[in-house]
Each structure stands twice: as C-alpha cells, then as structure tokens.
C-alpha cells in the first residue's frame, strides 16, 4: 500500500497531473494534527481550530517556547540535514538543507520573518517541534526542506530567495512567516519562479492585497493563509480579506485559510499541520 501511495505522489510531481487522493507517508500524525476543529465552511476552505496555550505550549514544552518534549521529535533525520551556501548570479544564500534538492520529487522552503536566520528553520526544539516534523516529512517523502537566512525584506532578499527556488528542479513549496510574507508577495508576481510552486503558505504573514491580482493567482497557484485570531503584529482579518480578494478571483480557487482561535503571532508556525497543508498543496 505504501508502495502504492508513493507512486501516486511521484507520477502526480513528475507530470503535473492532479493527485486529488494523494497521501503522504506520515510521521507523529497524532501528535501533530489539529486538536479540534471548531468551524469550517461547507467547501472546507475557512477553518477555525482550537488553540489553547496551556494544552499547546505548557503541556508540550519542557522548557517553555525553547524545548519541546523528546517524543516531539525524531532526531534521525539530521543525518540527512546539513549547512550549506547556495551561490548563483553573484549572490550567496546561507541555507540549512535537508535531503538532497537537486534530485527532491517537491521541496519546503522556508522563508523567515524579521530577527530570523537558517537556524530558526532547522532547530528541532523551537515551536513544539513543528521544523522536525517537516523535515521528517519531506525526508520521508523523497522530498527536501530548505531553510535560507533571508538578509533583507527587499527587492535584493527576494533576489535570493528567487535563486535558490531555481535552483532545483523540484515543484516547490514556498512557506513564508511574519514579515518573510513580503518575499512571498515579490515572488508571485516573478514569471520565472511562479511556474516552480507547487503552493504559497503564509504563516502570520504581512497582509498584501496586491497578491490577489499577482502572477501566482493567475496561474491559480494554491495558497494556505494560517493566522492566529490574537496576533498583534498583523490584524487576522486584515489577511482574512487577502483570503476573500483572492478566492473571488475564480470559482473554486485552491486556497485555504486556517485560523487558530486564541492563538498569537508565533501559533501558525507551531500549529500548522504540516501533512495535510502539503498534502493539500501538492495534490492541485
């Protein structure tokens, strides 16, 4: 069956044809799904899930917000994890790396927000151990997990980041968090990067509207928009109309949006359920 499974996900990444039943090869699937779903439209596309801080973060942590519990995390993969310097175009991009990008059947990026490095993106421990896990799963799933050091939020950040999704071959999914949401925006309207994604996840991001009238909408390039309903960085329903700009776009347009009720700036990234987002990106 697993045999099975994989080869739905290598012919649907090889050939670009939909896999509307494609399932990834898990890992702490309980452990990491959603805890409970409050609401969610009939068409399944606006979620409310339950967060709650003392279940999320005091019960999982050991030291809280620093160190989750052992059973979070699966070490093993960081054998196949490593430092490395992509250089391209006169450009230099330090990037942790797991698995191997030039040959990835679909690659993670990971795009930082503000005070951030590569190393936020491959510590194990850091937010509940949500990095590990998609590590894990990309890893698992023939795929790679990039996480650069973005040095700017500019036109020269996105440059960089725009270099390393070229890089490889790979459909990429480019998971942008906080301010990060900015390279996101730059890149979907880049002709050269847009037919590279397999999806856009925006984590807490920087609301753009201008994204509704980008190259990626155009192409109906499938975005996940997962925000806390407290974040006090960026207003939840600010983005929330980012979400409605670009589902108005077209009729059944493949984006989601995942709001954690009670959840903060940071819960998108320690909440957001990794398998079903990728699961849920690569199969369109």
């Known amino acids: 069956m697993q045999g099975a499974i994989f080869l739905v996900l290598l012919i649907a990444l090889s050939t670009g044809a939909p896999a509307h039943a494609l399932e990834l090869k898990g890992h702490k699937d309980r452990l990491f799904a959603y805890p409970g779903i409050l609401s969610t439209t009939p068409d399944g596309s606006f979620m409310v899930v339950n967060y709650d801080k003392m279940r999320d973060i005091h019960r999982r942590d050991v030291v809280l917000e620093r160190q989750v519990r052992s059973n979070y995390v699966s070490l093993g ?33 990971f795009v930082h927000g503000r005070g951030g490095d590569q ?17 894990n799963l990309a890893w698992l799933n023939g795929g790679a997990y990039l996480s650069p050091t973005v040095k700017s939020f500019d036109d020269d950040g996105a440059k960089d980041i725009r270099e390393l999704v070229l890089a490889g071959r790979a459909p990429v999914v480019l998971a942008c968090a906080s301010m990060g949401a900015i390279i996101c925006s730059k890149l979907a309207n880049d002709p050269a990067v847009v037919p590279r994604l397999a999806g856009m996840v925006l984590l807490g991001g920087a609301p753009d509207m201008g994204i509704a009238k980008s190259v990626a909408v155009k192409a109906k390039t499938p975005i996940v928009f997962a925000h806390g309903s407290l974040d006090t960085v960026y207003d939840w329903q600010d983005q929330k109309s980012v979400f409605d700009s670009v589902q108005r776009t077209a009729k059944g347009y493949p984006a989601k949006f995942v709001l954690f009720d009670t959840g903060s700036h940071g819960t998108p990234i320690r909440m957001t359920d990794w398998k079903q987002t990728l699961e849920f990106l690569l199969s369109r």
């Open 77 to 109: 993969v960081n054998k196949h994890s490593r430092a490395a310097v992509h250089e391209a175009n006169g450009r230099s991009v330090e990037t942790g790396v797991t698995g191997d990008y030039a040959s990835a059947r679909f690659a993670v990026i």
């Open 119 to 135: 190393r936020l993106g491959m510590n194990d421990y850091t937010f509940g151990g949500n990095f590990n896990r998609v590590k």
